[in-house]
């Protein structure tokens, strides 16, 4: 289906306004396959984010995850992930997400493109973003959920640091799913 609203009107999933990530009922993983044979998951603990939505339709997303919250239930590669290897979290507290184009492809999906941050490296990326209903919460906030998904390549952020093993292999695999499950509240 055509998204150009011109052609052909999709009504917006998400309603105009400003909505907040609830980071108490939202998450931030990211997916990386060990010796090519077990994805390990990791979550991010602090995280905050907005999308607005324009009174015209325009949509503008950002983000921003502390390097350090990272937890993926090993202590020992937690410290190895903050340290200069990859996530350098002395020198590089945050990651950062800002859209630079919100394009509603149908009534639920949207193509979410922008400038993601890490270890002070940018680069332009693209995720798809599903929108999981909109309902009123007990206490009269209204609240959307989003589930966020996209693919980064390790090395385009810094994130070089591998150990090759004896069958020829890698320790860790240079692609990297990132999940985001959001429930944001509307201003």
Known sequence: MSTDTSTNA??????QGTWSVDPSHSSVEF????????TV???????EGTIEVADD???NAYGTVEAASLNTRSNQRDEH?????????ENNAQLTFKSTGVEQVDEETYRITGDL??????????????????DQDPWGNTRVGLEVVGQIERSDFG??????????????????????????VKA
């Open 57 to 59: 339709g325009t949509v």
């Open 31 to 38: 997916q990386v396959k060990h010796m090519g044979l077990a």
């Open 159 to 184: 994130l070089s640091w591998n150990q090759a093993l004896e069958s020829g292999g890698v320790l860790v695999g240079k692609k990297v799913k990132l999940l985001l499950d959001l429930s944001l």
């Open 10 to 15: 999709v009504s917006p999933a998400i309603a």
């Open 41 to 47: 998951k990791g979550f991010f603990d602090e995280f």
């Open 81 to 89: 992930l903050r340290s200069a290897d990859f996530f350098d979290v």
């Open 117 to 134: 941050t890490i270890r002070g490296t940018t680069r332009e990326v693209v995720f798809e973003g599903v929108t999981q209903g909109v």
